[in-house]
């Protein structure tokens, strides 16, 4: 064998079974895969397209502290695959994420950055502060050179101060009093451009943002549906789900469907519904 | 009368230039062109290859000045327009002056956007139809919509001989009392519409002007409006200068303004030191 592998796959090489743990760890970029990859492509092997979620995100500060908000179509092509998905992840109490580019790249990138600060708050004893979670995902995502598309807005208040932050899937980020991503991100832009001034007030800074979401929805066609917004204050936490719905469904009917009885069976076993997330 | 889509032959200096190694700045390809490479793809380059034929005709391949984004609205008196005054020459700022919006006659404003030269060639074009149309000397004079529909003419047979003159047009008129307001693309597609925009315009100036134009804006409101999308674009276009003509035509006449530049604000506390507490990012 010319190269080594250094993926989770066992590679027999001369009879010999290599795991990843064996091997003594090297400094640097591991590049080895590329060539391999390179073949496939000349072969005639796509790469799987993504599902990505089209989406306009932004976030901006106000004089209490940090408002984010989030569209909630998530696209695959074409197709709407999800009507109603929540953009806005949890990293910590005092901290949320909004995420665009690839959804299974924002979820488990911000699952994954959420986990290591929990553990950190254990370690430390203290609320976590908004440059770590920043600084986790930047080196993350500089670590895989761009190839983990997640472009996310990530705010939060902590002991310093209200702090928003945008992250590029590249691994850089800006520290900014009002930001958009996601390819409404113009159209938001527009809007917060026209519009933004330091020292609003909460219940300005939530019209502007759904202002915002919602000139993101209804001009471009990666983004639809709802607007979540979500306001973080010292102490405090407000996660407006569905804060409004500008596309309602109307029904031909004004009675809406009528299922006559007997159509759909019952079991007789007593409803229980799933947990509510926190 | 002279058809607009003669053949001619190309001096060799042209062909020097299609070369990118020869172009004297190394830029990359201007935000039109690459957007037009990405979608033809496959086509662009048969078209290349079978550009130059043995009598020497040439097509127009990628615009090389460009002028960006052209917004313009109707408002009670009238129509109204604005473009800022820049010629990109790639990434360069090549030209600081450049009239993007001109007076057709007496009833029609045009402005362009993409390449100048172009926008030059269909000015003279206009010229003659609107001369041939004043020889008649008989009472009538050519209107915006029939401007317009000759511009769509124009454009749509330039593009299907692959020869398209490289521009997004702007008409704006005001003829007998009736407002008229139309957009033309390189490629032929045309509409009419209460307020429209080119290039870039399209994404940041569009969503303003569709949550805030109204049937009945006076012409400080309508010219507060344009301005509100012109900063907008000035801070996020890139190839966008601080240099701006707003044009009117109403029942009375054409008003072209002189070229003013817009306060822009850069005061937020954010701004002052961004990146203290965050080293590494800005």
Known sequence: MGYMCWSSEIAYSGGMARFAADVPTRGGFSFDLCQRNEMLLKKGNQLPTFRKTGTTIVGLVFEDGVILGADTRATEGPIVADKNCEKIHYMAPNIYCCGAGTAADTEAVTDMVSSQLQLHRYATGRESRVVTALTLLKSHLFSYQGHVSAALVLGGVDITGPHLHTVYPHGSTDTLPFATMGSGSLAAMAIFESKFREGLTRDEGIKLVSEAICSGIFNDLGSGSNVDVCVITRGQTEYLRNHQLPNPRTYVSSRGYNFLKGHTGKTGEPYIPPNPRR | MLVPFNYYTVPPRQRALANPKHRPCSAPLPLERRAIHRANGMEMVAVKDSAISENGTERTLYPYVTGT???????????????????????????????????IGKHSLLGASGEISDFQEILRYLDELILYDNMWDDGNSLGPKEVHNYLTRVMYNRRNKFNPLWNSLVLGGVKNGQKYLGMVGMIGTHFEDNHVATGFGNHLARPILRAEWREDLSFEEAVKLLEKCLLVLLYRDRSAINKFQIAKITEEGVTISQPYALKTYWGFSAFQNPSKGVEGSW
């Open chain 2, 69 to 103: 984004s052209v917004i313009g609205m109707k408002y009670k008196d009238g129509v109204i327009l604005a473009a800022d005054m820049g010629g990109s020459y790639g990434s360069t700022l090549r030209y600081k002056s450049v009239e993007r919006i001109k007076h």
